[in-house]
């Protein structure tokens, strides 16, 4: 075989592979919205398909939804108890480019209430370019009577008093005790997730779980609605 029409036949290989690999992601991300949208029937919420533009720019101030590009929301659900919101989603962002580009998928729990009650604030894993950054003053507000809590995670947000009158010991207790769990709030919204971590269907109900334990401890009495809930529709 000489080499014009090995270069022909590999190109051909190449984009037949790229092509079966495209397809069968699609068919995945098809199945993937069928089961959720089953979910979401079980759960009594509505479920959008293609999510919802407000919602998506609403979020816009989060530090979730300013990382990256090419950002997207879709696969929602959305639910309302007691004047308590929920709407629980896919969410992705992409990093760098071409070859070297990365997608990051999520599942993201936004709670949001009538009043607003909560400083803005974000908590996340710490990792050791946060801990460089601190050398250089980027801001982590440290808890030293807690210093599992305050090596593990990074908090951030301008009213530190406030902040540090939220973060009671339940709630730093908490959080010592969860694996890498993300959480920022701001007025009346509260958004829980895991960084890069997007739950196949048979999970949604345990992220519920968790997220109702987080919003029990910043807005109790919605968070216990939500809950009774939940359990309810299980039973």
């Known amino acids: 075989m000489d080499s014009p029409l090995f270069t022909v036949f590999f190109v051909l ?23 959720l949208q089953q979910v979401a029937g079980e759960l009594g919420y509505a479920f959008f398909p293609e999510g919802d533009a407000a919602l ?3 979020l816009g ?54 009043e607003a009650s909560l400083p803005s604030f974000s908590l996340r894993p ?8 601190e050398w250089f003053g980027y801001q982590d507000i440290d808890f030293k009577s807690r210093p599992d809590f305050s090596s593990r995670y990074l908090v951030r947000g301008r009213e530190e008093n406030a902040i540090r009158n939220l973060f009671t010991d339940r709630v730093l207790t908490f959080y010592e ?11 009346d919204q509260l958004l829980v997730y895991r960084h890069d971590r ?14 109702f334990a987080v919003l029990s401890m ?16 299980e039973g």
């Open 13 to 35: 290989v190449f984009l037949g592979l790229v092509g079966v690999f495209a397809y069968r992601s699609h068919l995945a991300e098809k199945r993937r919205t069928e089961e």
């Open 56 to 58: 998506f720019e609403s």
């Open 61 to 114: 101030g989060f530090h979730l939804f300013s990382l990256g590009h090419s950002r997207k929301l879709w696969n929602l659900m959305r639910g309302k108890s007691r004047g308590v919101e929920l709407a629980v989603f896919d969410f992705k962002y992409v990093t760098g480019g071409g070859k070297h580009s990365h997608t990051w998928h999520h599942s993201v729990i936004r709670f949001q209430f009538n």
């Open 126 to 133: 710490e990792n050791v370019f946060h801990k460089i950054g």
């Open 177 to 187: 005790q969860q694996f890498e769990l993300s959480t920022e709030g701001a007025g």
């Open 198 to 211: 997007r739950l196949p269907p048979e999970g949604i109900r345990s992220l519920l779980e968790e997220g």
């Open 218 to 233: 910043f807005h109790p009495s919605a968070g216990q609605s939500l809950q009774h809930n939940l359990e309810s529709e």
